[in-house]
């Protein structure tokens, strides 16, 4: 099974979330859910879910995007 990621800095949020999740896609999605009621105020429920889900990528693609907007990414040595 090939590992998802999930980065809060691609989806439009007031607190400017940082948050990447990497893993299998069930642990991601798990860790996702739980992350995006906890901190983001937001309603578990199948529509959160389909969101989550869709905007999963494979591991290594939101690296790509990191890379095209360096500010974006909080590592040191990416800014």
Request: some cysteine; proline content about 5%.
């Amino acid at each position: 099974m090939s590992r998802k990621t999930m980065d809060c800095r691609e989806a439009p949020s007031e607190s400017n979330c940082s948050l990447t999740i990497t893993g299998e896609e069930d642990e991601v999605m798990r860790a996702a859910v739980e992350h995006a009621v906890s901190v983001h105020g937001e309603k578990d429920g199948p529509a959160l879910r389909e969101m989550i889900r869709v905007s999963l990528k494979d591991e290594g693609a939101s690296e790509g995007a990191a890379m095209r907007n360096p500010g974006m990414d909080s590592r040191p040595g990416m800014q």
